[in-house]
């Protein structure tokens, strides 16, 4: 652990001898570490913050950084990806949704947060709500591996086996196409009753 501490020392003092030997003035306010005032957290800092809190079980403090990040950030899209993904740890999937919904409000039709949405609403499961949602992802980037196999996935829960075929041929070699299938087929029961496909 000191190792990449004095690793990450090194590169940090490196970084600023290379930066203040290109300078020929220097910086009028000088960074916290200088002696600077402390600048606020970037959403990037924030996130990754909310991130290790929620790995760490502690979801509490992590949701209390998430909604300061909806407070100072909310043109981040990380902050409903974030967001979503620290009240799945806490089991909170209709929350999680809700956040999703959210960021679409922000950021319409943007097919990360389809795609996470249609996730969500698998959980619960909804496999119609699902479905529109990986439908939307894909038709937004055809070429993303996620949201191909994904789409497949929900063709393959609802029944359309040659659908979701054609669509994993795409992503995965043609075992695991097969293998995907059976999966789906053991799993079908659990969505006959969701309204979907």
Known sequence: ????????????????????????????EPDWFEGGPMRPASAETLQLTARVLASKGDTARAGAVLDRL????????????????????????????????RGLERFPQHAVLLNDRGLCHLLVPDLAAATKDFEAAYAADKDDADYVANLALVRA?????????????????????????????????????????
Not at 6 to 28: E, F, K, M, N, Y
Not at 161 to 178: D, F, I, N, S
Not at 185 to 191: D, I, N, Q, T
């Open 70 to 101: 909806l407070r100072e950030h909310p043109d981040h899209l990380g902050t409903y990806t974030e967001g979503a993904e620290v009240l799945l740890y806490e089991g909170r999937i209709n929350e999680a949704v809700r956040w999703l919904d």
């Open 1 to 28: 652990m000191n190792s990449i501490h004095g690793w990450r020392a090194c590169i940090a003092v490196a970084a600023l001898v290379v930066a203040s030997a290109c300078q020929a003035t220097t910086d009028p």
């Open 157 to 197: 829960l609802a029944g359309d086996e040659a659908g979701a075929r054609e669509l994993w041929r795409r992503v995965v070699g043609p075992e695991q196409v097969e293998g995907n299938l059976e999966v789906a087929r053991k799993a079908r029961p659990g969505f006959a009753t969701t309204g979907g496909g």
